[in-house]
């Protein structure tokens, strides 16, 4: 039962400190995206890759926030850094996306709290 | 990315009971798409309709789709407990590979 991956699951950091998120997608799936989840802003697109290109990273903060690909099976997802503001789950989701399939699957989150 | 609209944002209802959930959108669409996300946990793709589909079916799920109008709705019928859920509904403009979500109607099912 193929499943997109996360971890931590829980992270708890103060505001300065270096954060790394971390997402193996789904064997095979070409595309993996990174969306943020808050009370307030819902769930918010903050970069995606195809085939391990960064396509779009506007969602994202680029003065504190990083995303990279290096290798098929791990993406990763860095703030530094981090400010209260942060606070929210992250989610990580990987797609076979394209015609004619445009589904995503989603790993089960990275709640991170920054105090 | 927030464009799409849910309504109702909280539905009640009985078990047993049918649910019907909205979703309207403000452009041109590829596919829509609506999934699921129990609380704490990441989001599960439900079902998919592309722009020239109507309507389809997936079990108890029925959703439909209006592109005149911009709208889409879901429903669950004799709905359970298990049910309790979040639903999203996500869309996709042509040639482009990322979802739009809205902001998703949280379902209660009371046993």
């Known amino acids: 039962d193929a499943r997109v991956t996360q971890t931590p699951r829980h992270k708890v950091t103060e505001m300065g400190q270096e954060v790394t998120m971390r997402c193996q997608p789904i064997?095979?799936?070409?595309?993996v995206f990174w969306y943020r989840q808050t009370m307030m802003q819902g769930l918010e697109l903050l970069a995606y890759?195809?085939?391990?290109?960064?396509?779009?990273d506007s969602g994202m903060p680029k003065d504190r926030f990083s995303a990279e690909m290096p290798d098929a099976t791990l993406a990763t997802l860095k703030i530094q850094p981090s400010e209260p503001r942060d606070s929210a789950v992250y989610f990580c989701a990987s797609g076979l996306v394209g015609p004619p399939t445009y589904e995503q699957y989603f790993g089960p989150g990275t709640r991170l709290t920054v105090t | 990315s927030q464009q799409g609209e849910e309504d109702p944002q909280a539905l009640s209802i009985q078990e047993g009971e049918n649910a019907t959930m909205n979703c309207s959108y403000k452009t041109s669409i590829n596919n829509l798409q609506w999934y699921r996300q129990n609380s704490g946990r990441g989001l599960v793709h439900l079902i998919l309709i592309r722009s020239n589909e109507r309507e389809k079916h997936s079990g108890r799920l029925r959703v439909t789709l209006d592109t005149s109008k911009k709208s889409s709705s879901l429903l669950i019928t004799a709905s359970r407990a298990a049910d309790t859920a979040s639903y999203f509904c996500a869309y996709s403009g042509a040639g482009s590979y990322q979802l739009t979500f809205g902001k998703g109607t949280k379902l209660s099912v009371i046993p």
């Open positions: 064997l095979g799936h070409n595309t």
């Open positions: 890759f195809r085939n391990r290109a960064p396509l779009d």
